[in-house]
């Protein structure tokens, strides 16, 4: 391959300004954080490179941002030996059981004072860089030339395995690096790939509106998309990279770990702005104090921070010990999990009158938040863990998710303790407890009747994805039933300014708006409608295809088995909910109320908005079109009961191909998959179009 200083002609040189143009835009974006062009004309540029490079391969670079979008597939990752060791660093802990600083840091003021020691230095004068240490990936990248050529995962510590297709569509990595004159022979860097957590939660959002499975955290998240053997899998994944380390570079050596890493970030390496150089124990102490405040609110997770000594040589004087250097240590955080005590246990009763044992606990600081209530999910849950009033427990917090209880101390247990069970009444309405068959839930048999269950099926109708009343959340919904205003969803539709003015917390402004607010909602669409009734096991998705099947709330009344299980994703269990429900006379009553109370949706026409070739189909997009944007082609084919996946696989029905189509295409081609053009497209989208106006009109 030819460089810029010698061209073989026009498309090599265009090639070449392009790739570099990009490559920068793309620093300038996902590492500064400071565009310069619009996403648009950076599309553009792409769009045009692949162009050229689709033409002539031969000029390809080998620093191509086009790599960025992943298409390799492996059969299985090759091995390498790391030159030099991945190694870990030996933890120190906090003493929470202490509240004066130098007893609670005792373990970390033993690190510096032994490496006072051996240096012959005073503690007091003794630097170091502090930084993160993130809960992500180990990987080591290698450049040679300036071209990143490999990365490697820790394996062993002596053994990695090749993932260079993977880490190469990480937006944040530079895929080469230059350094004032010549690209260094030789640089090694070491860091960690993560997923931000914003981006896990969108993710994660993602997931459960398309009723995929959840994610764990995202540091599994993380490390699973590393190890993905298709490479666009991979690229589809927020993935981050954070350096920590230079492991080895030619050239002039630094005298220091801070300038190391300001080398990495001078080459176009992340290093997270909280690395900062300490000097003495107190500022090092107090770092971890403010990092452990904070953790929180950081935009990555972290387990801990990560001391290293600021001079190579006393470094080097160090040395290492077994599997860990001598002159860094990991201070770990406390673990998300404490020590605390039942006090007692309380039945909660939740709309579809599942009954839930709640601990009710001696208030702990979980990792900086007072938890006082842990849930203990089921009977089942209770017996297994073996939980009673009286026991010390752990109790584990992860992240947002509610507190539960990890285990019960059994050992710690000085009297006899009562074991717990679940009450044979309803703890609200008294009403007989049932336990289905192979459910561990227990419910109560009360239905509307029971006033828990009452509010929440009123709170869950006014819900946003049902009704969308606003100002009637499950406060409220409390407030209204307890007054007697309502007490079933129909009443809602009965109330009155007035009424509501005689409540505290309601003025003429809120009343009258709450009231505004229930006329609007009575104009609603039929999905919405059937979500809204709370119909055991059907949610937004199955009230959508119940819509879309049956066309209007009489038709899905009158269904019988038969027909419901036709329907899309509707089981047994499923139908044998929905007909218990239109069976019961009372269920009836409230949706005639309902209907003649105002509320409306237009009408559907039945199953025809199935399209034979669509509904239950898998489609692949890819390329770009002339008339439409993917969005809404995916939208479209989704409203119509199709699937639209991320890569194209043996399970894909149909790729829609537009202009520009890369590895996909060709994968779709190597499978034989069936192929629609953007002219076929076309005809096809406004068959449907016409399917849905006759359902409208
Ligand atoms: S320095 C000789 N710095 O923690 C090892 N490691 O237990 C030098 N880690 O596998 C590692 N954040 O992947 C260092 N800021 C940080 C780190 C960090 C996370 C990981 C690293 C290693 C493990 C060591």
Redesign the pocket.
């Known amino acids: 391959m030819s460089d810029l200083f010698s061209p073989a002609n026009e498309q090599e040189q265009e090639i070449i300004l392009l790739t570099r143009e990009l490559n920068h835009h793309n620093y300038l974006y996902h590492s500064c954080d400071a565009p310069v062009i619009s996403d648009e004309e950076y599309d553009q540029l792409f769009r045009r490179l692949l162009e050229l490079e689709t033409k002539y391969p031969e000029y390809k670079q080998d620093n191509t941002p086009t790599q960025r979008i992943g298409g390799l597939v492996l059969s299985e990752f090759s091995q390498y030996q790391h030159q030099i060791p991945?190694?870990?660093?030996n933890?120190v802990f906090l003493n929470t059981e202490q509240d004066d600083a130098v007893l609670r840091h005792h373990e970390l003021f033993q690190f510096t004072a032994r490496i006072a020691k051996e240096l012959a230095i005073d503690e007091s004068q003794l630097e170091f860089v502090a930084?993160?240490?993130?809960?992500?990936v180990?990987i080591s990248l290698i450049y040679e030339n300036g071209l990143l050529i490999r990365a490697l995962t820790?394996g062993d510590g002596f053994t990695g395995e090749d993932v260079t297709a993977n880490v190469k569509t990480i937006r944040n990595i530079p895929l080469n690096i230059t350094t004032d004159l010549l690209p260094p022979e030789l640089v090694e860097v070491?860091g960690?790939i993560l997923i931000l957590n914003a981006d896990f939660l969108k993710l994660n959002q993602k997931q459960a509106e398309s009723g995929g499975k959840l994610y764990a955290n995202p540091r599994n998240l993380a490390a699973g998309s590393i190890r993905q053997l298709d490479s666009s899998i991979t690229a589809s994944r927020p993935l981050r990279f954070y350096a920590?380390?230079l492991a080895q570079h030619s050239g002039t050596e630094f005298t220091s770990f801070q300038q190391e890493l300001e080398f990495l970030q001078s080459v176009g390496f992340s290093v997270a702005k909280e690395c900062t150089l300490l000097k003495g124990n107190q500022a090092l102490s107090s770092y971890y104090e403010q990092m452990m405040d904070r953790r929180n609110e950081l935009s990555f997770g972290i387990d801990g921070v990560?001391y290293?000594l600021d001079s190579k040589t006393g470094q080097q004087k160090l040395g290492f010990v077994a599997r860990?250097?001598r002159f860094?240590i990991?201070y770990k955080f406390p673990a998300l999990e404490v020590e605390s005590e039942i006090l007692a246990i309380d039945v909660q009763v939740g709309r579809t009158g599942a009954l839930t044992p709640v601990a009710r606990i001696k208030p702990v600081n979980v990792a900086g938040v007072v938890v006082t209530n842990a849930t203990l999910h089921n009977q089942d849950e209770i017996r297994r863990k073996d939980v009673r009033v009286g026991d010390i427990v752990l109790v584990r917090r992860a992240g947002d998710v509610i507190p539960e209880i990890s285990r019960s101390l059994i050992e710690r247990r000085t009297v006899l303790l009562e074991e717990f069970t679940m009450p044979q009444g309803c703890p609200i309405c008294g009403s007989h407890v049932i336990q289905e068959q192979d459910e561990t839930i227990m419910r109560c048999s009360g239905g509307l009747y029971c006033i828990a269950q009452k509010k929440q099926a009123i709170t869950h109708f006014c819900s946003k994805l049902a009704l969308n009343i606003d100002g009637l959340g499950e406060k409220s919904v409390e407030q209204l039933v307890d007054a007697g205003l309502i007490n079933s969803v129909a009443d809602i539709f009965r109330l009155q300014v007035e009424q509501l003015l005689e409540l505290e917390r309601f003025a003429e402004k809120s009343a009258t708006n709450l009231i505004a607010a229930i006329e609007k909602s009575k104009a609603t669409t039929l999905p919405r409608f059937i979500y809204a009734l709370g119909i055991r096991h059907v949610g937004e998705s199955s009230a959508k295809d119940l819509a879309r099947a049956f066309g209007s709330l009489d038709a899905l009344m009158s269904a019988n088995k038969e027909q419901l299980l036709q329907v899309r994703d509707i089981g047994e269990v499923v139908a044998c909910s929905i007909l218990n429900f239109f069976n019961e006379e009372h269920n009836r009553t409230i949706i005639q109320e309902l209907l003649t109370l105002g509320i409306n949706y237009p009408h559907l026409v039945a199953d025809n908005l199935y399209h034979p070739e669509i509904s239950g189909k898998t489609f692949v997009i890819t390329g770009s079109f002339v008339n439409f944007k993917r969005d809404e082609i995916k939208a479209i084919l989704e409203d119509f009961g199709a699937k639209v996946a991320g890569s194209v696989s043996k399970k894909t029905d149909y790729v829609i191909v537009g202009s520009d189509a890369g590895s996909k295409l060709d994968k779709a081609n190597e499978l034989g998959i069936k192929l629609i053009d953007e002219e076929k497209l076309a005809v096809l989208l406004a068959e449907l179009n016409k399917n849905e106006a006759s359902n409208n009109s």
Do not use: F, T
């Open positions: 991945m190694l870990s660093l933890n930084s993160p240490k993130y809960d992500g180990a820790r070491r960690e920590y380390a990560v290293k860990a250097p860094a990991a």
